[in-house]
T-cell receptor
Framework: EDKVVQSPLSLVVHEGDTVTLNCSYE??????LLWYKQEKKAPTFLFML????IEKKSGRLSSILDKKELFSILNITATQTGDSAVYLC???????????FGKGTRLSVIA | GAVVSQHPSWVICKSGTSVKIECRSL??????MFWYRQFPKQSLMLMAT?????????EQGVEKDKFLINHASLTLSTLTVTSAHPEDSSFYIC????????????FGQGTRLTVV
């Protein structure tokens, strides 16, 4: 059965800290790994990673995929209170089947 | 990036009535749309997958007669919650994927349904 496991499930940090969120996956015919940020509404897309070892960056957020070890990390540097959210990781396979989601990591950034 | 528009963003209805939620892809052809439901502080739960022009595939435990899904065109899918009850109150989210299946799945804004 396909599965995606995220860790930690929740995390509390102070503003300015750097955090690393983890995502491991076991998915048949894996194609890509996606990261989303969910605040009060629907998830917003952050990154899609298809190739191993190539870091993607967007401001203070970055992510990388390791297809050999079947995991990805999402880094957030110099965290701000606005980074508080649930971060979801999802695996996409090569067919047109639903994404397989992890349970998410709830990040709380306190001032 | 591609835009998926979901409407309404929130709705309150009385028990026993039906509610229709629309999900539109605004700048791409969505051959596949996915409907999720999310309870507070829980992850997304896939309800059904719909491919344009064919019947939706429902996940185990989801009543297809209660949650009617129509995907009549490449840009529109609808979810109708029939004879709604308070336990159907939840956050419903759609996502859409393009023709080749290798694009990101984009999410609509979500619909918060409250049944009173």
């Amino acid at each position: 059965e396909d599965k995606v496991v995220q860790s930690p499930l929740s995390l509390v940090v102070h503003e300015g800290d750097t955090v690393t969120l983890n995502c491991s996956y076991e998915v048949t015919n894996f194609r890509s790994l996606l990261w989303y940020k969910q605040e009060k509404k629907a998830p917003t897309f952050l990154f899609m990673l298809t190739s191993s070892g190539i870091e993607k960056k967007s401001g203070r957020l970055s992510s990388i995929l390791d297809k050999k070890e079947l995991f990805s990390i999402l880094n957030i540097t110099a965290t701000q209170t606005g980074d508080s959210a649930v971060y979801l990781c999802a695996a996409m396979n090569s067919g047109n089947t639903p994404l397989v989601f992890g349970k998410g990591t709830r990040l709380s950034v306190i001032a | 990036g591609a835009v998926v528009s979901q409407h309404p963003s929130w709705v309150i209805c009385k028990s026993g009535t039906s509610v229709k939620i629309e999900c539109r892809s605004l700048d791409f052809q969505a051959t596949t749309m996915f409907w999720y439901r999310q309870f507070p502080k829980q992850s997304l739960m896939l309800m059904a997958t719909s491919n344009e022009g064919s019947k939706a595939t429902y996940e185990q435990g989801v009543e297809k007669d209660k949650f009617l899904i129509n995907h009549a065109s490449l840009t529109l899918s609808t979810l109708t919650v029939t004879s709604a009850h308070p336990e159907d109150s939840s956050f419903y989210i759609c996502s859409a994927r393009g023709r080749l299946g290798n694009t990101e799945a984009f999410f609509g804004q979500g619909t918060r349904l409250t049944v009173v």
